[in-house]
Each structure stands twice: as structure tokens, then as C-alpha cells.
């Protein structure tokens, strides 16, 4: 339901501070003070190895079923917009794609239907490479009608560690895209990491390639915590615990990040203006950076993006059908939906799932739409050759009298 997530928006926008009343006078360090690397890592792989692959039937009663779907579709949506750029400039061309950080193989299926030629599937996780890999032979032991199966190579390897060119079957392979979902922000963890994984997205792109991928919005993170009374903000599904409130290191600035029954593990703050500044790096020119609220206007006013909606289930419907029971138990969960119903019944109007008699409309609980705020959508296009030894490029460590990358300055640009 649209309308929800304008009026969360705006209510987020009224509850905290604006970017120019963040302490400019405080520098972002280079570097934060994270634990050690090999330690996070290893709890990060750890966390993932150890999540559980289950059945419709058992994530259909989860309290985020939906929210997971919600997520699903906007990397469905994504993939397809990108596909659709690729064929427009090459109609027959041959498509490889490159999954950084692929977990247990959830984004598959849609690269089947997309009909790429090849994916590169890789992950820090070795278990959650098995289970793709494991997936994968699965999809191609029950060939049917539709696009034909991609041929698939799988590497188990830290991607923002190691150089995944030496790990390829075929030492000169390139890509026309590159896909990054929910997993960037652990790079940020120092600048060497994030510059491997940059490295490993860009320099193997060929040119009028893309990378694309979704990542937690750093403006966001900071502008909640700004506005919350401890280190800790969220509701009744997330919870999000920084370790400082006034220092924002360019690198290593990490929170705990959990969200029910999904993720539970630290994370690291992404500056979008810092991120742009190191793609150039290996060519990468920002196409767009959008909200997920932003993303899912534009997305769901097409018919093939609104018909996929329904058919992902995600939305769920409001009020329910009998025998049907909400994510939601609480009744201000869903008070911008009885608004809604309010408008509609007062327009003689069924929305989008009901009729003038009985309307009805596809939403998510107030909770749900929070969590999705959370989040951008990037894409980069690869424009240019790699420029690895240009000073411009490398982030600058914070110098007195000098100009300086100010949190008031990253926030506000992070905005716009």
C-alpha cells in the first residue's frame, strides 16, 4: 500500500534531525574501532552457515513472511530492470553474471527467467555455497518448459578479501553484470575490504556492464540514531545497536543488526558519497540510487511489476479473507490501512484487491514498512577503464586544515 510508506517517511523526516544539525565540527575517521576482522568474519560466516533452509510452509508463518517477500521482489524487480537495459544495447548478446555474495542460491530463479548464459555464483559461507550449488543441480534435474538453465560455477571464498579472478574456470572471464544483494556493507569494515570488493564487482566488467545491489541506507542509520533516546532504535521485528553515537569512521563503523529469524550478526555503516567515490576507481558511474520506497513507486505503477507483487505475496491482504490471519496482532499496525479503506469506501472504491462493497488492499504492517525504509538500491555502470593507481581515488585520511569529509556534508549529500 503506497500510501503507507509516503506517511512513514514523512512521520521520520518530523521525528529526527536534519542533516545540517548533525555536529559538523566532528570528523569521520579513516578507520573505526572494530573487533578483529578474522573475528567478525568468521561470526558473520558462522551466522549464515548455521541459518536454516526451510519450507514454504514453514516461512508462510513467519511474522516477516511477507516483509521477506516484499525484499524479494524489489531484488526481482532490480535484476529485471538491469536485463532489460543489458538486451536493449546487445539483443543477442551472450549475458554472464557475477553473484557476489550469492548465501544459499535465493536469487536462482531469477536468473533463469531472466536467461543469462552463465552466473558466477560466490559467498564467504562455504556451507550456503554447497546448498546453492545443491540447488542449482536440483533446478536442472527438473528441466521444463521456459528459459533453459544457465551453466553455473561456484566459489566458496570471502569476496572482500580475496582476488576471485584467480578462481575462475576460465582465467579471461568477463561480465555484463554484477549483482550485490544485502551483503556490501559488511566490506565497510575496513578500507581494504571494501576496495577488494569493489575490485572484484568492477574490474572484471566489461564496459556498458552494471553493477547492481541493495545495501542499508548509512543517512537513514545515522538520522534514527540521531533521534533515539540510547544506542538503540527499531520495533517489534528489528533492532539496530551502534557503539557510539557522535563518531562515524569512514570504515568500521559497525552496529548489531537483527531482524527476526533472518539476520543477527554485525554490520557496517556505508557512506553513499564515499561509495561513489571509490567505484570510480574501476569505472563504475552511478546510474541511480533510490529508497525502496522510491524504487517500489516507480516499480509497481507497471503492470509487470504490480502483477508480480501479488503473485511474490508481497503484500498481504487488508482485511483479511476468512481463515486468514494478519502478520501483524497489534491494531495500530494497521492503522494507515483503515484509513485507507475509510478513503476508498468514501470514493465508492474497492482498491486493489476488493469492491466497492467490501474493498480491500494489499499492505504490510507499520513494522514491515519500517524495516523495508531501511534500505537503497543502487546501479552502476561500468564507463570507463580501471584507475587503480590515481591518487583521486583513494579516500582521504582527516587532516587539520584541510577540507575535510564532514558527517553533516555525507548525510546531506547521502539525501539528495
Not at 15 to 39: F, I, M, N, W
Not at 80 to 89: G, K, Q, S
Not at 264 to 269: Q, R, S, V
Amino acid at each position: 500500500m503506497e500510501d503507507a510508506e509516503e506517511n512513514l517517511k514523512r512521520k521520520a523526516e518530523d521525528a529526527g534531525p536534519s542533516p545540517q544539525e548533525l555536529d559538523p565540527t566532528k570528523r569521520l575517521k579513516p578507520e573505526g574501532g572494530a573487533a578483529s576482522p578474522h573475528v567478525l568474519t568468521s561470526q558473520v560466516a558462522q551466522h549464515y552457515n548455521q541459518l536454516e533452509e526451510k519450507g514454504l510452509a514453514v516461512r508462510s508463518q513467519s511474522r516477516i513472511f511477507h516483509l521477506r517477500n516484499f525484499n524479494n521482489w524489489i531484488k526481482s524487480m532490480l535484476i529485471a530492470d538491469t536485463l532489460r537495459r543489458l538486451r536493449a544495447d546487445s539483443p543477442a548478446g551472450r549475458l554472464c553474471v557475477l553473484d557476489l555474495g550469492v548465501g544459499k542460491g535465493g536469487d536462482l530463479l531469477k536468473w533463469k527467467k531472466g536467461g543469462i548464459d552463465h552466473l558466477v555464483c560466490a559467498d564467504l559461507a562455504e556451507t550456503s555455497v554447497q546448498q546453492c550449488e545443491e540447488r542449482y543441480h536440483s533446478m536442472a534435474g527438473r528441466q521444463g518448459r521456459g528459459p533453459r538453465l544457465f551453466t553455473a560455477e561456484f566459489i566458496a571464498a570471502d569476496c572482500a578479501k580475496e582476488d576471485l579472478s584467480r578462481r575462475y574456470r576460465d582465467p579471461d572471464t568477463t561480465f555484463d553484470l554484477v549483482s550485490c544483494q544485502f551483503v556490501l556493507h559488511y566490506s565497510f569494515e575496513s578500507q581494504a575490504q571494501a576496495d577488494r570488493m569493489l575490485r572484484n564487482a568492477g574490474e572484471r566488467l566489461r564496459p556498458g556492464g552494471y553493477f547492481i545491489g541493495t545495501t542499508p541506507d548509512g543517512y537513514e542509520l545515522v538520522r534514527r540514531l540521531k533521534s533515539a533516546e540510547g544506542l538503540s532504535f527499531g520495533n517489534s521485528i528489528y533492532s539496530i545497536t551502534f557503539r557510539q553515537k557522535d563518531d562515524f569512521p569512514l570504515f568500521g563503523c559497525q552496529y548489531d543488526f537483527h531482524l527476526e529469524g533472518v539476520v543477527d550478526c554485525p554490520e557496517f555503516l556505508v557512506y553513499f558519497p564515499l561509495l561513489e567515490q571509490m567505484a570510480e576507481k574501476y569505472g563504475l558511474r552511478l546510474v541511480y540510487r533510490q529508497t525502496f520506497s522510491e524504487f517500489f513507486q516507480q516499480q509497481v505503477s507497471q503492470g509487470e511489476g504490480r502483477a508480480l507483487l501479488e503473485r511474490m505475496k508481497a503484500l498481504e491482504t487488508y482485511p483479511p479473507h476468512e481463515g486468514q490471519e494478519l502478520a501483524g496482532s497489534e491494531p495500530e499496525d494497521y492503522a494507515h490501512a483503515r484509513a485507507r479503506l475509510q478513503e476508498l469506501r468514501s470514493k465508492g472504491e474497492g482498491g486493489d484487491r476488493g469492491t466497492p462493497e467490501n474493498p480491500r488492499v494489499g499492505t504490510l504492517s507499520l513494522a514491515e514498512w519500517e524495516a523495508t525504509s531501511l534500505y537503497l538500491v543502487y546501479c552502476f555502470q561500468k564507463v570507463g577503464e580501471n584507475k587503480e593507481d590515481s591518487p583521486s581515488n583513494q579516500p582521504q585520511p582527516v587532516q587539520a586544515g584541510h577540507s575535510q569529509i564532514q558527517p553533516a556534508r555525507l548525510m546531506s549529500d547521502a539525501q539528495h
